[in-house]
């Protein structure tokens, strides 16, 4: 079956960096589109970056210039690289195996950008 495991969260100051890595087995990784998603508290989920298959890139408005959206296919791994982080970055993160349907998720990793 279809694995996304995140990891890479944690706690950093304003200004940070951080990297977040998402491994991904059960599936043909090349083929298709990845996402980086978060979710803070008491808001919607809001996708943050995007990746397809081809290695185009897609970012919200409110990260552009700041995070980089990478993958390794040999590696089936997905990277968000975070930079200048601000206190309103903290969420938690989820990665998105994205497929016609509903894709596939990971269990999402705490970030939280305090002083």
């Known amino acids: 079956q279809v694995q996304l495991v995140e990891s890479g969260g944690g706690l950093v100051q304003p200004g940070g960096s951080l990297r977040l890595s998402c491994a991904a087995s059960g599936i043909t990784f090349r083929d298709y589109s990845m996402a980086w998603y978060r979710q803070a508290p008491g808001k919607q989920r809001e996708l943050v970056a995007l990746?397809?298959?081809?290695?185009?890139?897609n970012y919200a408005n409110s990260v552009k210039g700041r995070f980089t959206i990478a993958r390794d296919n040999a590696r089936k791994t997905v990277f968000l690289q975070m930079s200048s982080l601000k206190s309103e970055d903290t969420a938690v993160y989820y990665c998105?195996?994205?497929?016609?349907?509903?894709?596939?998720w990971g269990q999402g990793t705490q970030v939280t950008v305090s002083s």
């Open positions: 998105k195996l994205v497929t016609g349907g509903s894709g596939y």
């Open positions: 990746i397809t298959s081809g290695f185009g890139t």
